[in-house]
C-alpha cells in the first residue's frame, strides 16, 4: 500500500500556474502507475492525467491537454502536476492516486490508494 499526500494547492487568478505534488511512501511506488484527479462541488471524480512507473508514457484528458504536464522522480517519491493556463473551470479540489500495476490508466476504480487531495481555485 503506498501512502499519498498532495500539496501544492491554492489561489491563482486565470492565465496562472501552480505545481502540485505529491509525495508518496512505501516500497511499492516505483512500480506503481500514477494518476490526478480533480473533483469540483457538485461533480463526479474526474480524470485530469496519469503517468506510467517509469515515468515513460504520459497521458492527459483533452480538457487540460497543453496545458498540464505530469511527471514524476522516483528517486524523490514524488508526482508532479505542472498546470499552466489556468482556467476558472479548473476550480476542483485535485487528488493523487497510485495503481496497483506499471500501467496508467483513467479509471478511478483502477487506482487503490488516494491522497486526501489539496484544493485549486481559480478566479476570473
Known amino acids: 500500500q503506498v501512502q499519498l499526500v498532495e500539496s501544492g494547492g491554492g489561489l491563482v487568478q486565470a492565465g496562472g500556474s501552480l505545481r502540485l505534488s505529491c509525495a508518496a511512501s512505501g516500497r511499492t511506488f516505483n512500480s506503481a502507475a500514477m494518476g490526478w484527479f480533480r473533483q469540483a462541488p457538485g461533480k463526479e471524480r474526474e480524470f485530469v492525467a496519469t503517468?506510467?512507473?517509469?515515468?515513460?508514457?504520459?497521458y492527459s484528458a483533452d480538457s487540460v491537454k497543453g496545458r498540464f504536464a505530469i511527471s514524476r522522480d522516483n528517486t524523490k517519491n514524488t508526482v508532479y502536476l505542472q498546470m499552466n493556463s489556468l482556467k476558472p473551470e479548473d476550480t476542483a479540489v485535485y487528488y493523487c492516486a497510485a495503481r496497483n500495476s506499471p500501467d496508467g490508466s483513467t479509471r478511478v476504480g483502477d487506482f487503490g490508494s488516494w491522497g486526501q487531495g489539496t484544493q485549486v481555485t481559480v478566479s476570473s
Open positions: 503517468v506510467t512507473s517509469t515515468g515513460g508514457g504520459t
